[in-house]
């Protein structure tokens, strides 16, 4: 049996749950240099289709970096690839829940 077997197993779950605040898309805009209107913008964002500021889609898509990272497999882990399609917006003040499960286990890789 493999350590990473011991550990876990298939059907394991974890999420983690957020709501998108103002101050978290100006510090985001901030650090990634995405000032879009649509996000930092709240009289430009009520103009558009969205009729109100989104949250930038892939701070969003941190939220499964954060599960990966803190809760399962947890603390140390780096994954390398990512497939993201944007549905529907998420709009600030939003909450968004992050949900990751264990459906294969992989026995030939390193832990």
């Known amino acids: 049996m493999s350590s990473s077997q011991a550990r876990y197993k298939i059907g394991d ?17 901030q650090a990634s240099g995405d000032s879009n209107p649509i996000h930092c913008d709240g009289d430009y964002a009520v103009t558009t289709g969205f009729k109100g500021g989104i949250v930038h889609g892939i ?9 990966l990272g ?19 917006p998420v709009f600030i003040n939003d909450s968004v829940t ?13 832990d």
Do not use: C, H, W
Not at 16 to 28: C, L, P, V
Not at 72 to 82: A, D, E
């Open 13 to 29: 779950k974890a999420e983690m749950t957020k709501m998108f605040s103002d101050a978290d898309i100006i510090k985001y805009a």
């Open 59 to 67: 701070l969003v898509a941190g939220l499964i970096s954060a599960v």
């Open 70 to 88: 803190t809760k399962l497999p947890g603390m140390g882990t780096i994954y390398v690839s990512q497939n993201l399609k944007f549905i529907k």
């Open 98 to 110: 992050a949900r990751v499960e264990i459906t294969d286990i992989d026995e030939n890789k390193n």
